[in-house]
């Protein structure tokens, strides 16, 4: 079920996410019979599959590598201490203004930019994910779906989303559309229990990982003071309970709980996340007076000017950005995150050989960083470097061969090189990937033609086209 942390939101979500999980729903229709009741493991995994599917194809997920670096990393922390699963969890951010963190099926945890703008720290993203994290281990989708048979899957997780998405009862009634308030308060009561059954099991999960569990009242206490945002929104469509009652059963599992010291946890990098996500959701003109109002008077003030470059970037300052930046590398030395973003900088701004010297540095520091990879690349692919660009993509796609664009840059370098097979098996690869079937099937099938002609040379041997049901993980 779309598990909500907290139903407040201090904008509207954004267009494009609320179509997203809308078509994912009403997928959801055809995935699987409405009187299926609960839900299996592999039906859970197949429907958790199908909505991964469909957010990579679409521009809504957060491709950065420090933030789902660190949200990965604190998610195998707490999943560690759950013992046996019934899935293999993934953690994907989302475009999103929204306060909002939510578990599907199949063990997948979204959170949103906003919230990731919004939490102070790794204790508070801890407390979030760990919430969710136990409502995914109780499968609790499949328990709700199993006590509303009469409403049927689809039609429970849209009541659901409806409500959650709309700014107004009223606007909830209309996504929903199902007058059915004894239903609704049905699933109210349960999703009650529920959150009890997740707070006592998150609030257990960090200690024993090592966060704070303090830290997620201080949060609670921060969404206490947000919670006018939405006062016409009935009772009977939220799915948590109010702050103040729930904060009080969590303060009384708070007394006596002790936190892990074996493996304490000692991330340093969540300014440097909440500074990305600010840009993502106030956009380059307000993060940048955000920013600069602060610098005005710590000008030291590492996070906030490496949040001030990236604006400055975005908006196309790059002398800016780049002043900004070098003095953030300078006050943050060693700083794999600080360097890959001055790198960029360079790369956008056409210095292609700052741009190399500085990412190459960058990857000294942290060599799994897969966008400095890619933009070491690009900037040897400017270079006609062809060689050294292909080497740097070979190793992007080794850690992850769903980023973004990497097969049509791969494809270009190829091309240039001669070797047309492999040009077009990536390009193939670039529009599956796209889910544009046209232009997938055209560059694969120009593979066949040129591998039956004979026109393939030994080192432009491409693999075997890969199964659709590939994309599918």
């Not at 994910?129 to 429970?156: D, P």
């Not at 790369?347 to 292609?352: N, S």
Request: proline residues 3%; positive net charge.
């Amino acid at each position: 079920m779309y598990t909500v942390f907290m139903a407040i939101t201090r904008r509207r979500w954004s267009i494009r996410t609320a179509t997203w999980l809308v078509i994912c729903v009403l997928g959801w229709q055809w995935t699987l019979p409405l009187s299926a009741g609960a839900l299996s493991i592999p039906e859970e995994i197949q429907i958790g599959r199908k909505i991964l599917k469909n957010a990579r194809k679409s521009s809504i997920i957060v491709n950065d590598y420090l933030v789902n670096r660190v949200v990965r990393e604190i998610g195998q922390r707490l999943v560690r201490q759950a013992g046996e699963t019934p899935f293999d969890f993934q953690f994907i951010v989302i475009k999103s203004d929204a306060l909002n963190a939510f578990n599907v099926p199949g063990g997948l945890v979204f959170l949103s930019s906003g919230l990731l703008a919004f939490i102070e720290d790794e204790n508070e993203l801890a407390g979030v994910m760990a919430h969710e994290i136990s409502h995914g281990i109780s499968r609790h989708v499949s328990k709700m779906i199993s006590k509303q048979k009469k409403l049927g899957l689809a039609a429970f997780m849209a009541m659901i989303i409806g409500a959650v998405l709309a700014r107004s009862a009223k606007g909830a009634q209309a996504s929903a559309s199902l007058p059915m308030a004894a239903a609704q308060s049905f699933a109210l009561k349960y999703s009650r229990e529920y959150e009890e059954e997740a707070d006592a099991g998150g609030l257990r999960m960090m200690a024993d990982a090592g966060f704070s569990p303090r830290a997620m009242v201080q949060l609670m206490n921060k969404f206490r003071q947000e919670s006018t945002i939405l006062p016409d929104v009935p009772s009977y469509l939220l799915t948590h309970p109010l702050e103040d009652v729930r904060m009080a059963r969590m303060e009384g599992l708070l007394d006596g709980m002790q936190v892990s010291t074996a493996s304490p946890f000692s991330g340093k990098e969540y300014g440097k996340i909440r500074a990305r996500m600010m840009v993502t959701n106030k956009g380059t003109e307000e993060a940048i007076r955000v920013f600069q109002s602060t610098l005005d008077k710590d000008p030291r003030r590492t996070d906030d000017l490496f949040g001030l470059g990236i604006a400055l970037r975005e908006k196309g300052d790059f002398y800016a950005a780049a002043n900004a930046l070098y003095k953030a590398s300078k006050l943050n030395y060693g700083s794999a995150e600080i360097l890959k973003e001055l790198g960029r900088c360079y790369f956008e701004w056409g210095r292609f050989q700052e741009a190399v010297r500085t990412l190459q540095v960058a990857l000294q520091f942290d060599n799994e960083d897969i966008d400095a990879l890619y933009y070491l690349g690009r900037a040897h692919e400017e270079m006609d470097n062809n060689s050294e660009a292909l080497i740097m993509f070979r190793r992007l796609e080794e850690r992850n061969p769903h980023y973004n664009t990497l097969y049509y840059h791969m494809g270009r370098v190829y091309d240039r090189m001669g070797k047309r097979c492999m040009s077009h098996y990536c390009l193939g690869q670039h529009f599956r990937l796209m889910g544009n079937s046209k232009m997938e099937h055209f560059h694969f099938n120009q593979v066949d033609n040129l591998q039956k002609q004979g026109n393939c040379a030994a080192d432009d041997k491409p693999p075997a086209r890969p199964k659709k049901d590939n994309q599918d993980g």
